[in-house]
């Protein structure tokens, strides 16, 4: 990656790990597009934490499950900035019931959201993204785990990390790399609400290290992926989990 001013698109990014990974690529010298479906203020209070730790930022409301949606943010991006460099999919949901009580909604939502999302933005970055630059996904430990009530959800994580790997591949020629973050348990709203706090503390207790992980654990690692010393990472799963599987 060259020394000019780099671009970064992270989606879902008005909170938790998104809103993480967006502080830090803003620190790291990149201009980030804070993507949100209807978060808005968040977002617009994130671009502004930036702006005054000296960064660049821009919000960008898009559905990611929407393809038209997503190609308007590129539009923007393009308009802007010239272009993108880094693409970060970071937006998704989770919602968790055993295979037998599994609605329709519940299937639907977020295969529209966790899979074809992440579909629709790895389709636009590998005609539009600029060469040299990085894709990161971010799927979950939960592949590996494979705990009751998160069938669905894992299925979509699962999905992601081999669109990864087959893309890695036909990008060949561009020096772009893609990769995957599969984070374990994480201290963020997605997966503390609903939770009894001696769950959270037996959940916590699972991974060698002892606790759970931090959104800034997350966004170290997807620094370390957009970054120089990423550079000769490729098609990779890395599990940003403390030991936990």
Do not use: C, H
Not at 210 to 232: C, K, M, N, S, Y
Request: overall charge neutral.
């Amino acid at each position: 990656m060259n020394t000019t001013p780099r671009t970064a698109l992270v989606t879902g990014a008005s909170r938790g790990i998104g809103a993480a990974i967006a502080r830090r690529l803003a620190a790291d010298g990149f201009t980030v597009v804070v993507n949100y479906a209807g978060a808005a203020d968040e977002a617009d209070s994130l671009v502004a934490q930036i702006e005054q730790a000296g960064g660049r930022a821009v919000a960008a409301q898009a559905d990611v499950s929407d393809p038209a949606a997503v190609a308007r943010m590129f539009d923007g991006a393009q308009a802007a900035f010239g272009g993108v460099d880094v693409l970060v999919n970071n937006a998704g949901i989770m919602r968790l019931a055993t295979l037998a009580e599994s609605d329709d909604a519940l299937f639907d939502s977020q295969i529209a959201i966790n899979l074809k999302g992440t579909f629709n933005t790895l389709r636009e970055a590998s005609r539009r993204l600029r060469d040299g630059g990085r894709i990161v996904n971010l799927s979950s430990s939960v592949v590996g785990l494979t705990p009751p009530t998160y069938a669905v959800y894992a299925a979509t994580k699962a999905a992601v990390e081999s669109m990864t790997q087959i893309l890695s591949k036909e990008l060949r020629g561009r020096n772009i790399t893609v990769n995957a973050v599969a984070p374990g348990p994480t201290a963020t709203r997605l997966f503390l609400d609903g939770k009894p706090q001696d769950v959270i503390d037996r959940l916590a207790k699972q991974a060698p290290l002892e606790r759970l992980g931090q959104p800034e654990d997350i966004a170290a690692t997807v620094a370390f992926l957009a970054g120089p010393d990423g550079a000769w990472i490729n098609g990779q799963v890395l599990r940003a989990n403390g030991g936990i599987v």
